[in-house]
């Protein structure tokens, strides 16, 4: 999965290129850490039916 997003985004090998697709990677990866981690604190305050609910609609 991840090396065929890799090679998507990779249409010729540039190592430069190569290097801000790590990096923006590593950012999209905390980006969705920060974002699981606001859930679970959602989720502890919030019924879990409310929030299927809103995510449903």
Do not use: C, G, W
Not at 15 to 31: G, R, S, T, W
Not at 36 to 46: D, P
Not at 48 to 55: A, D, G, P, R, S
């Amino acid at each position: 999965m991840f090396i065929f997003v890799f090679k998507l985004l990779l249409p010729f090998q540039n190592q430069k290129l190569e290097n801000d697709i790590i990096y923006i990677f590593a950012k999209i990866v905390l980006m969705v850490r920060i974002l699981l981690l606001l859930l679970r604190k959602l989720l502890s305050i919030r019924p879990l039916t409310y929030i299927i609910h809103t995510v449903n609609t």
